[in-house]
């Protein structure tokens, strides 16, 4: 059974490792790939991220090849053909594995301890195990031969972005870190270096990390206000319209494609410039709803954050994995059976702004998480780098999915470990908002304020947009969207 | 109203116009434009009732006509020039005096005593008319059509040699005049276009090819960078001398493609194919739809998976031995209706060029001053001075293609592949875009590999051909 890697780590290091986050420099990838130059990179996986990430650390001229067991070979599943049409070598483990200088892990978190027991003892002496989620690490406890360099690649987006953004010339946000028991030679990071800049992250912006920080903030972010806010959010929004009579192709639309539109504002200027979108009034008004939701939704931050931190979560969810995810399985196929599941987006034409006026409780749903979920992280002891990016920079990153297939798209497009955390969150969060959803009519959800008196309190207004911006997210997200803008002209 | 129906004229020279269709409705104000030889001042002469009717008809052609044009000018020359001549007295001739030229009985003589105060031609009066400079004897010409209480004004190139005052004047004069009395003008500068026009005709090869109502600023604004391609002495400008690449071997072929195959599923697209492209080789690449070209380019390019399996030397790699892609695309300009639909991004003109060096979509790069300035004059050679700022998402789908045509030669790349860069062009914008094309292949230090289905669009000084054909299989 597995063993907690971070708790049996005394708190002093605990918290030293929670801390870990910084953004690098360009100048601190000026030797480019050459770490990796003529390395044989074994991948383990074919799914989005391992193919579209060794498309681009072959396109920048790195030795990559795929490795699968037999059955997924002789089978030709999906992932056999993946590595196969694209011109890769693909081969066993027994075949490729034994000739790897660097493996690459990029197979579900779920297969991690499996995945990894058979290929360690096939591994050479001194060769590298790369990781692009630290869950195996930190969580499993999964215990990496001495002699082998164990490092972490995570770029912060989906594998078809990895490439798309490759191609253009460009590349994602990443994360890199060294897991310092695993590092005999000590290049560990010059090798995790090179991957990210094999795979185009360095030029838009890398943040060196640690296997933990990762772990923690990543579990927080995709629990709370990535994925299970959005879902709470979406099926409450949903549900109080119909209730109220509107038409529920429009409702339906709003919220789908209310996410992805409102977080626009969000990704360009923060909390701030989503809020600004809204008029006076209806500004004050997301921001007490957001604050009320704040006071009752805390106390579930908190205990996401706990359960994280001590472990609680990832032995609940592999328990669930022993049990054949009999719960993720059944959470998944009552999310598919909602109302604003099934029901369709209507045709009716919704303007941009209109999705910010009729969405006004969605605008504070978003605000609420954000800041929650930031508060939390560096309350626990992350840094706020850290958790800037694992809250406010990945919503519109999940909210596109759900414009694209709603709560389904989204929840096949994220991993089992975030999906399940966010059934977590759901049925949590549901009840706890039942009484707070009473007292909410169309004026903030569906129809809007009623626009014939624009007028607020001066007074007001001035401690609204003062507390906007002076929350601590807003002054980390002004800095790093200034790196990132430095860098990122695409619109 | 003024109608020229299918009408087809010869003039002495030779030269003819062909199956003329244009109306002139009351109240419309023309500019007639086109590139040197179009047939711009022939259209104008034709409407005063010049040259020889091959066919066709005209109708409501104006009776009393005011005329300024070279060719009226020198015609008026000529005919002092004559005179003298047949002085068979041994008397030296004076010739014409000035005030003899313009006061004839069709002139109004206060309209004509306004001009030659505003001209201030008043001290040229008793002067002889052939003794004039080509300056004074245009406003000469001028004040005479436009004393005359013409039905229609024809100024053909009436601006030609006047002094920055008398064009001032000239245009104040013309804003009044055409509150009541028609005017067709012909310029082959956009810039000097007054505000009064109301309609453009533009004339190539002797043929009335555009129309365009000046409100609709789309048409007007190609119209312009059509005209400004085709008068104006392009020259490309220079690459960025500090943005340097590898220099290449002259011995080697920058592409050598051998026993190629590329094989989707278990459909087989090209097989055995082999091609050599040797420096200075222009290559037009044809076949019908599915038969592989734009597979084909893109393993030169390397977008393709499949060029890490086939036997592929360009630029001085064997592909598949640690180059990146970027190695490779620095040596390549690039343009295909594919790259525009991945152009999708908020940036600006300027930097949509400018992005050429670096081979990305979207500039990631602080680029340096030199590159600004190169891109800007990119813009002024495409008729786009001034508007580098604008947002690239924002334009036209042709200036979108023209803008990618500049990105992909800015940096002078060896290999310039352009992929039906046609495709989707409205008329103004293909002419545009082969006038470019033709620009750079006769520069002769990049080589052009052109793909087309259009016959009609063969570009002067390509020397070879490669037609795919579609392969059996993939029916």
Redesign the interface.
């Known amino acids: 059974m597995s063993n907690n890697y971070f708790n049996t780590l005394p708190l002093r290091e605990q918290l030293e490792q929670l801390a870990k986050c910084r953004f690098m420099h360009m100048n601190e990838f000026t030797e480019g ?1 050459d770490a990796l ?2 390395k044989k990179m074994v991948i383990i996986g074919c799914g989005a991220q391992g193919l579209n990430q060794g ?1 681009n650390l ?6 990559v090849s795929y490795t699968l067991r037999q059955s997924a070979i002789t089978e030709k599943r999906q992932s056999f053909k993946n590595a196969s ?4 070598t693909v081969g066993t483990y027994e075949e490729l594995i034994p000739k790897a200088d660097i493996v690459l892990n990029l197979t579900p978190d779920k297969q991690h301890s499996p995945v990894v027991a058979a290929v360690m003892p096939l591994m050479k002496q001194g060769a590298c195990l790369s990781y692009s989620h630290g869950f195996n690490i930190v969580e499993e406890g999964m215990k990496i031969r001495e002699d082998l360099t164990v490092i972490m690649v995570a770029p912060k987006c989906p594998g078809s972005e990895v490439r798309a953004e490759y ?4 590349g994602v946000p990443t994360l890199i870190a060294v897991h310092e028991d695993n590092d005999p030679q000590g290049h560990g990071l010059a090798l995790a270096k090179a991957y990210a800049v094999g795979t185009g992250g360095h ?1 838009a912006g890398v943040l060196m990390s640690s296997f933990i920080a990762e772990v923690k903030s990543d579990l927080m972010g995709e629990q709370t206000i990535l994925c299970g806010m959005l879902q709470t959010g979406s099926l409450l929004c949903f549900d109080k319209m119909i209730d109220k009579g509107m038409d529920a192709g429009y409702a339906s639309k709003l919220i789908q494609y209310g996410w992805e539109t409102i977080t626009e504002a969000l990704k360009y200027g923060g909390v701030t410039n989503m809020l600004d979108r809204l008029s006076n009034p209806a500004k004050i008004k997301a921001f007490d709803l957001s604050e009320e939701l704040k006071v009752i939704m805390r106390p579930l931050y908190n205990k996401h954050q706990d359960d994280i931190i001590n472990g609680t979560f990832s032995s609940t969810m592999m328990a669930d994995w022993a049990n054949d995810d009999v719960n993720l399985l059944g959470w998944r196929a009552a999310t598919g059976e909602t109302a604003f599941e099934k029901t369709p987006a209507g045709d009716m034409e919704i303007s941009e702004q209109e999705y910010f006026d009729h969405g006004i409780l969605m605008v504070a749903m978003v605000k609420a998480g954000v800041e929650l979920a930031f508060e939390t992280m560096t309350a626990a002891g992350i840094i706020a780098d850290s958790a800037y990016y694992e809250s406010l920079h990945e919503t519109p990153l999940i909210a596109n999915t759900i414009a694209r297939k709603k709560l389904y798209e989204m929840n096949a497009t994220i991993s089992d470990t975030a999906e399940y955390g966010c059934y977590l969150y759901n049925h949590a969060c549901l009840p706890l908002l039942a009484d707070f959803m009473k007292g909410i009519d169309t004026d903030v959800i569906g129809r809007g304020l009623a626009s014939d008196d624009n007028g607020v309190d001066n007074a007001r207004l001035i401690e609204v947009n003062a507390a906007l911006r002076d929350h601590p997210v807003e002054a980390i997200g002004a800095t790093l969207r200034g790196h990132m803008a430095d ?5 | 109203m003024l109608q020229l129906h299918d009408l087809s004229v010869e003039f002495d020279e030779g030269f003819q116009l062909k199956h003329i269709n244009w109306q002139i409705q009351q109240h419309q104000h023309w500019l007639i434009t086109g590139a040197n030889g179009a047939g711009k001042s022939a259209l104008a002469a034709v409407l005063a009732g010049y040259g020889e009717i091959l066919a066709g008809s005209t109708s409501s052609l104006p009776t009393r006509i005011g005329w300024v044009s070279f060719e009226a000018q020198a015609q008026l020359i000529q005919a002092e020039l004559k005179k003298d001549d047949a002085d068979i007295l041994d008397v030296i001739s004076l010739g014409t005096p000035v005030r003899e030229i313009i006061f004839t009985e069709e002139i109004d003589p206060v309209i004509a005593g306004d001009l030659i105060q505003k001209f201030e031609l008043d001290y040229l009066l008793e002067r002889a008319f052939r003794k004039l400079s080509t300056g004074e004897s245009r406003k000469v010409m001028l004040i005479r059509a436009l004393s005359c209480h013409a039905d229609l004004l024809i100024l053909d190139e009436p601006f030609d040699g006047l002094d920055q005052a008398s064009h001032t004047m000239l245009q104040n004069h013309l804003a009044h005049v055409v509150t009541h009395t028609q005017v067709v003008m012909v310029l082959n500068r956009f810039d000097e276009i007054p505000d009064f026009i109301s309609h453009v005709a533009y004339m190539e090869d002797g043929q009335l090819r555009h129309q365009v109502k000046r409100e609709d600023t789309q048409a007007f604004n190609e119209l312009y960078q059509l005209l400004h391609l085709k008068t104006t002495h392009l020259t490309v400008p220079d690459a960025d001398a500090d943005h340097k690449r590898p220099t290449l071997n002259p011995l080697e072929p920058l592409v050598k493609l051998s026993n190629i195959c590329i094989k989707h599923t278990d459909m087989v697209l090209i097989e055995n194919l082999n091609w050599c492209i040797q420096a200075n080789q222009h290559w037009q690449l044809s076949g019908p739809n599915g038969s592989g070209k734009t597979a084909l380019l893109s393993l030169i390019t390397g977008d393709h998976p499949q060029c890490y399996t086939n036997d592929i030397f360009v630029f001085g790699f064997q592909r598949g031995n640690g180059e990146s892609i970027w190695q490779i695309k620095q040596h390549i300009g690039y343009v295909s209706t594919a790259l525009q639909w991945e152009y999708r991004v908020g940036t600006s003109l300027a930097n949509v060029i400018i992005s050429g060096f670096y081979d990305s979509i979207g500039l990631y790069s602080k680029s340096t001053d030199q590159q600004k300035h190169i891109a800007q004059k990119w813009l002024a050679l495409l008729g786009m001075e001034g508007r580098g700022d604008q947002p690239f998402n924002k334009l036209s789908y042709g200036d979108q293609r023209l803008l990618l045509i500049a990105r992909a030669m800015v940096k002078h790349p060896p290999l310039l592949i352009l992929d039906e860069p046609c495709l989707g062009l409205d008329d103004i914008n293909r002419q545009l875009v082969l006038a470019l094309i033709e620009k750079v292949c006769a520069a002769n230090e990049t080589s052009v590999i052109y793909v087309n289905h259009h016959a009609k669009d063969r570009i002067a000084g390509i020397d070879h051909y490669l037609a795919l054909e579609k392969s059996a299989d993939n029916s």
């Open positions: 790939v130059k003529g498309l072959r396109d920048s001229g790195l030795d049409e694209n011109g890769f191609v253009r010339g460009f030029k860098m990122k002209k695409i619109v």
